[in-house]
């Protein structure tokens, strides 16, 4: 016999059976709110100076910004010592000498530098006062006119390096017996420069003496007399 308001099946009371589960709180469409984040600029206003020197982005670019500095300072010292390097390489440097034999006495001129070098003006005092030529060089030296001599063009000529010229010859039989002596009455001043426009000046007060040479900006000598030297 089946109790009334039983199921058939199972023998359960349909009020039982007709119970339902409750309801599930639909969460499915329910995300959290995500906070926005304010702009590098804004956040990175508020930090102290060196907290911001820190960030990889900083640190990146300052990075780059010394190397970009030392290669620049770099490639202006190589090309700095090129440059040194290319003047010395032709560097000229003029010599004046004495030179005396049984039979000739003479003033020679020679470039024992690396370069050619142009001579530009040529000066030669006797007692310090300016000659003019040779000829009243040994005037001076003589208190006579020789009967023979020798000399060469020196101004605007191009000696090569070990070039040798000869300014002044004189046979040794036209000369004074003292004239080691008298010789040290001659000065010479040479101006010359080198193939970048340098100029160097040769001071000899004495010819005999050591000479003195420096580096000057001058490109013509200025003499109180025209000379043809």
């Not at 000696?159 to 036209?174: C, F, K, N, Q, Y």
Request: hydrophobic fraction near 45%; include cysteine; proline fraction near 8%.
């Amino acid at each position: 016999m089946i109790a009334k308001n039983a199921c058939p099946y199972l023998g359960f009371p349909e009020s039982v059976l007709s119970l339902t589960p409750p309801k599930k709180a639909n969460r499915m469409h329910e995300i959290p709110e995500i906070p926005k984040l304010k702009p590098k600029s804004e956040a990175a206003a508020g930090l102290p100076f060196w907290h911001r020197l820190c960030e990889a982005e900083m640190v990146v670019g300052i990075t780059a910004l010394a190397i970009g500095l030392c290669s620049l300072f770099l490639g202006f010292y190589e090309a700095g010592l090129q440059r040194h390097h290319a003047r010395a390489a032709v560097w000229p440097h003029i010599e004046i000498m004495l030179y005396n034999s049984p039979s000739v006495a003479e003033i020679r001129a020679r470039n024992a530098g690396l370069g050619p070098a142009r001579i530009d003006d040529m000066l030669v005092t006797v007692d310090g006062k300016p000659m003019r030529s040779w000829e009243e060089v040994l005037v001076k030296m003589q208190d006579a006119p020789l009967k023979s001599y020798n000399t060469s063009q020196f101004i605007d000529r191009v000696l090569r390096p070990g070039d040798e010229v000869t300014l002044l010859a004189v046979p040794a039989s036209e000369l004074p017996a003292d004239i080691a002596k008298r010789v040290g009455r001659i000065g010479m001043t040479v101006l010359y420069s080198s193939v970048f426009d340098e100029h160097w000046l040769l001071e000899a007060p004495a010819i005999n003496a050591k000479p003195r040479l420096t580096q000057t900006q001058e490109a013509k000598l200025s003499p109180s007399v025209e000379s043809s030297f």
